[in-house]
């Protein structure tokens, strides 16, 4: 027991332990960069670790393998979104999904992560298949009731699907999304905001 009443073990343990969580971030940090680039096939544990500074097997000594790192990049990414997006309790669905088109627009690397790995987890091999058949089914099913919401409350017109208006919710933001990675004059903001005056909101008097 030290002198302030901490065992000295445990007072020597902070300074490896906080080394460690900021290498382990930046293994995060270069697959994030690498598995945007490539794909989560393309994308190998020796090009990771050689942009961190470490072997292979020291990279190993964080993450178990490479499915491993992968999920901790997309579990980073997930928080992120969910972040800009706000609080449920104080943004509506169509409100938060224009905080997310114009948080993608500053985040490039992320945005194209998800862009590439989506794609190849059409591919009913792929490690993230079933995961994300499961992210846009509960995607939509959230949208759903909250689509059905709206249109009580008078915010979201009374003549579309909410079933269908809630997949083609995903459908867009991933559309303009990748328009956006082909050509970044694209400005995904204004196109997102079309699509929701256009459909989403009911019309004005002046337009009815």
């Keep these: 027991m030290g002198a302030d009443g901490q065992p000295a073990a445990g007072r020597g343990f902070r300074g490896p332990y906080a080394t460690g969580q ?19 096939h393309g994308g190998s544990l020796r090009e990771i670790a050689k942009r961190v500074g470490v072997t292979p097997s020291g990279l190993l000594h964080h993450f178990a393998d490479k499915e491993e790192l992968f999920a901790e990049v997309l579990h980073q990414r997930d928080e992120a979104v969910r972040a800009a997006a706000g609080d449920p309790a104080e943004h509506t ?3 938060q999904a224009k905080r997310v088109v114009a948080h993608n627009q500053t985040s490039r690397g992320l945005t194209s992560l998800y862009a590439i790995v989506s794609a190849e987890a059409t591919d ?7 995961d994300f058949a499961a992210r846009y089914r509960a995607r939509a099913d959230e949208a759903v009731e ?21 997949r083609l919710i995903s459908a867009v933001m991933d559309g303009i999304q990748l328009q956006w990675l082909l050509d970044e004059s694209v400005d995904m903001v204004p196109l997102f905001d079309e ?7 009911p019309a004005s008097p002046a337009q009815g």
């Design 22 to 40: 900021a290498r382990r971030q930046a293994i995060v940090d270069e697959a994030t960069v690498v598995f945007a680039r490539t794909g989560f």
């Design 93 to 95: 669905l169509i409100e």
């Design 124 to 130: 009913a091999e792929h490690p993230s298949h079933d």
């Design 146 to 166: 909250i689509l059905r919401r709206g249109q009580e409350a008078g915010e979201v017109r009374d003549d579309i699907d909410p079933a269908l208006a809630a």
């Design 195 to 201: 699509f929701v005056r256009r459909y989403l909101h």
